[in-house]
């Protein structure tokens, strides 16, 4: 998963973009990047690290201008090397910067297509790159020098004809401004905003409303599935649906796992579906595991904590945080291999075992993808002395790798493909296991807004929206995302443009 922010303003927008992926720091980890333009010059400068090690005061000071946009990268297809951190440029037309957050699902058919039709050559791996040609291509146009708003969204609706996937976009078109757009199911989330300012108003596009809180913007609305937003250089703001049939399914995943409690996505407060799924799960507890003689509820930190809190209160039992979690480290799923992603558990957390002697607890994760962490987590509470230890899932099993830019292992990696719940079980460890249901887990996040009918939910069903995902598709997706093939691609590309990357 990635963040991406854009912003349209009246002042120096370089603070606010660095703030902005700040609070999108959660959506990846890996590499960040800002692109702004001043005057007739793009200004970039992405490195590999969190923002705040990536963009020091000289950085900051090149990126000059009142139009900007950032990212903070996850890698999912493509590598972990700088020179695929985002945002990506390309001089033709007009000079055209992009950064994205998803995937897409036949980025090796576009890229040959561009090949083909255009001589354009993509240099990395990443799909971004891909996004990036396709888009300058379909902008290419007549070869007029104005590019009024219905050529922009004449180039998007071609573009969404030819690409597939779960995508969220930011674009920056040299002397004219900010486009942003999101994919035809609006798997990917996108909101905008405004602010007053004495000079007029300024816009904001990003993956999360957090972003926008964060920097001082209201929020007016997400961006539709398969809609384009066009915001010039000097604030006139104009959008269009660029889609043929859009459909609206978001990633579900997003409120399970991936969003900041105090976002709203698609008008549905992520905190809100959690406290949700935390009802359901626990009215489930009630009725088919009433036997069991929990004596404690305990959240493994920190995004399980809401429906933890939940899941007691339907119990009526106590809710405890009987883990503390190291807050300077990254999370676990992220570390490159398997090897690191075990050692770093215990590196991440520690039992306070006051709450565990003697006791049966019920430990509650948002989910469990490879089972690593919960079967070390179970562990823990053993040694801190638990009596007995269960554990439920506020999502259902993932069995299904994730097409959509969420890195879901391949699904042999998964410890739910090809496993019934009671192996699950006795895999991790646990004296008993309990896993939302499907069901509950839509009707949760539904209810707090009904006009989503449907949600892309494929992990957990295998039922991809986009419907174009082949066996042929996954065997590749599954090599690409080898752990062992992780971080050993080469850094490739050549910046023509003012760069100021790592060493600068
Ligand atoms: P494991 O079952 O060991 O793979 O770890 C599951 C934990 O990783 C859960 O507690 C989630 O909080 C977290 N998690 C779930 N999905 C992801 C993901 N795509 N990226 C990073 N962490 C994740």
Redesign the pocket.
């Known amino acids: 998963m990635c963040g991406i922010v854009g912003i349209v303003g009246k002042y120096p927008v370089n603070q606010a973009l660095y703030d902005g992926l700040t609070v999108l720091q959660h959506r990846g980890q890996d590499a960040a990047g800002i692109v702004t333009v001043d005057q007739d010059r793009l200004r970039l400068r992405k490195a590999n690290g969190l923002v705040k090690d990536v963009f020091e005061e000289r950085h900051m000071e090149r990126l000059s201008g009142n139009i900007g946009i950032g990212h903070v990268r996850y890698p999912t297809a493509g590598s972990s090397s700088t020179a695929e951190a985002q945002p990506f440029y390309v001089n033709s037309p007009f000079g055209l910067a992009l950064a994205h957050n998803g995937n897409l699902t036949n980025a090796e058919q576009v890229k040959a297509e561009l090949f083909k039709v255009a001589r354009r050559h993509v240099n990395t791996s990443s799909d971004s790159e891909v996004l990036l040609n396709a888009l300058a291509h379909e902008l290419q146009g007549d070869g007029s020098m104005q590019l009024m708003p219905e050529a922009i969204f004449r180039a998007v609706t071609n573009l969404h004809r030819k690409v597939r996937g779960g995508y969220a976009v930011v674009a920056l078109i040299i002397g004219h401004g900010l486009v942003a757009f999101r994919d035809p199911h609006g798997i990917r989330p996108l909101v905008m905003g405004k602010r007053e300012t004495a000079l007029g108003t300024e816009y904001m596009v990003a993956s999360e409303s957090v972003a926008l809180d964060a920097d001082g913007f209201t929020v007016l609305r997400d961006v539709s599935p398969g809609e384009a937003v066009y915001i010039t250089e000097n604030g006139e703001l104009y959008s269009q649906q660029c889609a043929e049939n859009p459909t609206y399914t978001p990633c579900i995943f997003e409120y399970v796992?991936f969003a900041r409690p105090d976002s709203t996505i698609d008008n549905v407060s992520v905190y809100a579906s959690r406290v949700a799924m935390g009802k359901k799960l626990g009215e489930k507890i009630k009725k088919e595991w009433a036997h069991l003689d929990i004596d404690v509820v305990i959240p493994?930190p920190e995004?399980s904590n809401d429906a933890a809190l939940q899941i007691a209160t339907e119990l009526g039992l106590p809710y405890r945080q009987g883990y503390v979690k190291n807050r300077y480290i990254g999370?676990?799923?992220?570390m490159p291999g398997q090897g690191e992603r075990k050692k770093s558990v215990k590196r991440k957390l520690n039992a306070i075992w006051q709450e565990f002697k003697g006791k049966n607890v019920l430990l509650v994760?948002?989910?469990?993808?490879?089972?690593?962490?919960?079967e070390q987590i179970i562990d823990m509470a053993r040694e801190a002395g638990a009596n007995k230890v269960y554990f439920a899932s506020a999502a259902p099993e993932i069995r299904f790798p994730n097409v959509y830019g969420?890195?879901?292992p391949s699904a042999n990696e998964l410890?739910a493909h090809g496993h019934d719940v009671e192996s699950i079980c006795k895999i991790i460890g646990a004296d008993g296991l309990i896993f939302q249901s499907l069901p509950d887990l839509v009707e949760a996040v539904r209810s707090q807004n009904p006009d989503i009918k449907k949600f892309e939910t494929s992990v957990f069903d295998g039922v991809y929206v986009t419907n174009d995902i082949t066996q042929e598709y996954l065997n590749k997706l599954d090599a690409s995302r080898n752990d062992a093939k992780k971080g050993n691609k080469t850094a490739l590309m050549a910046g023509n443009l003012e760069t100021y990357n790592e060493g600068n």
């Open positions: 796992y493994i995004t999370r676990t799923f992220i994760d948002d989910s469990i993808v490879r089972g690593t962490t919960s969420i890195d879901m410890i």
